[in-house]
């Protein structure tokens, strides 16, 4: 109860920091929500009482009713620069995920709430990542970044390699447990004509690799990293609102372009998690492997994209286009929303097999 407190504190400082001492910075606060003016939008500009912007502590996330601005409670705090302590973010997360993990086998991710406690406590600042690998801001006018319109997720991009060493210029996409720590990178090689273009780095390989001293005293220890492998490659997991509908990518950009996405960075993953799950769908790339994987969910009933079908009748089948991100370059190419229409195209009728 004392860190939710602590939490009604911060919430109470966002309010004060942004409706200077007014009539909107009262929250209403009950054993479940709090309610209060939303701090992004305004809320109501007639009525001082609006209170819209509802905060769920037992789900994690808040909501505002007036601008659908949707956010994980520590991800909300951080945008108005409160930053968490490790157990107010232990407390939040544990929460939300708590009956998550409940309905679903207890070895699919975390063997229990102990090992998600410890998974927050080893994941890594993205400070210290940052000074160990040489990283610097991305300038907003990075020509991957633009040539691939993936400007709009410069904060997603944050860091990349500096102009030397043999990662030069690499970006970093970062697998974040909360705003300022992570569990997990991908390195993306923009050298042209590499072979490997993507380089997976799990909790534990970045210990390996960036953090030698300290992976040795784990080991020491007898603490095994391996066993949080599954969800380093979870990229977006900790964002999700599981009470919605979840769309499952491959690639941890192409899940950028998706509101409550999450990508598993590979086909090769095991990604069982999410088949248990009632409200997923899966969009995975228009590739002989991907389309295997497709038809085998489409078997099971769940929901699959149909990229034959969309590319038919958008009139993109001689158009190069194999994932999302491919997607949205040609639709801005063409200045036709093509990207848009994608919602009418998931099915999980097995008739549908042919139109995947």
């Avoid at 085998?296 to 079908?309: P, R, T």
Wanted: with cysteine.
């Amino acid at each position: 109860m004392k860190v939710r407190i602590n939490l009604e504190n911060r919430v109470q400082k966002v309010l004060y920091s942004v409706f200077n001492f007014g009539p909107k910075t009262k929250p209403t606060v009950k054993p479940d929500v709090t309610y209060i003016a939303c701090p992004y939008c305004g809320d109501s500009k007639k009525d001082l009482n609006k209170k819209r912007f509802t905060i769920y502590w037992e789900k994690g996330t808040c909501y505002c009713y007036n601008c659908q601005k949707f956010k994980r409670i520590n991800n909300f705090l951080h945008d108005f620069k409160e930053e968490l302590s490790y157990e107010e973010t232990h407390w939040i997360q544990a929460n939300a995920y708590k009956k998550i993990f409940s309905d679903v086998k207890s070895d699919t991710i975390f063997d229990d709430q102990e090992d998600f406690k410890h998974l927050l406590k080893y994941s890594i600042k993205i400070s210290d990542l940052n000074r160990v690998m040489g990283c610097q801001t991305t300038p907003e006018d990075h020509e991957y970044l633009n040539s691939r319109h993936l400007g709009r997720f410069h904060e997603e991009f944050s860091e990349y390699y500096p102009k030397f060493g043999p990662f030069k210029d690499n970006l970093i996409i970062m697998n974040k447990i909360d705003p300022n720590r992570v569990i997990g990178i991908t390195i993306r090689d923009n050298r042209p004509n590499t072979k490997n273009k993507y380089f997976i780095y799990t909790l534990e390989k970045i210990y390996e690799k960036f953090f030698p001293e300290r992976y040795r005293l784990f080991k020491n220890e007898g603490i095994d990293l391996s066993k949080y492998n599954k969800i380093s490659y979870y990229y977006g997991f900790f964002d999700l609102d599981f009470n919605k509908p979840i769309t499952v990518f491959e690639g941890p950009i192409d899940r950028l372009f998706h509101s409550n996405s999450v990508a598993i960075s590979s086909l090769w993953r095991d990604y069982s998690f999410f088949k248990q799950l009632d409200n997923v769908r899966f969009f995975f790339d228009d590739d002989k492997v991907a389309k295997s994987h497709t038809i085998k969910l489409l078997k099971d009933k769940k929901e699959v994209f149909l990229w034959s079908k969309f590319k038919a009748e958008n009139k993109l089948k001689n158009k190069k286009i194999k994932d999302m991100n491919d997607l949205i370059i040609t639709s801005f190419n063409d200045k036709k929303p093509y990207f848009k229409n994608t919602a009418d195209y998931f099915s999980n009728d097995i008739l549908d097999i042919m139109k995947i």
